[in-house]
């Protein structure tokens, strides 16, 4: 799920506002969940609120995770699912 317009100017922004070494993390912690976000959709066939055929699964909430990387300690979430595990 790629970002829409708003929420690009809105991150550009709240980046302006940070040191480099946050922008860095903040940046990065974006690109993350972005990508957990993207692999939870194709994982279960459908966006959140997408009504398909090729769904497999719902989601159920999210539980949150701690990444620890160069660019600081991300904070995640991951999709949990109403049948079936998904591990980004």
């Not at 480099?20 to 903040?26: K, S």
């Not at 620890?68 to 079936?84: H, N, S, Y």
């Amino acid at each position: 799920m790629a970002l829409d317009q708003s929420a690009l100017l809105d991150l550009l922004g709240e980046l302006k506002l940070t040191d480099v070494t946050d922008r860095i993390r903040v940046a990065t912690e974006t690109l993350y969940q972005e990508l957990i976000d993207a692999e939870a959709t194709a994982f279960i066939g459908a966006a959140p609120f997408e009504r398909t055929t090729e769904r497999t699964t719902h989601r159920n909430g999210t539980r949150p995770r701690v990444l620890t990387t160069t660019a600081g300690d991300l904070d995640l979430t991951i999709p949990k699912l109403r049948a079936g595990t998904f591990f980004p």
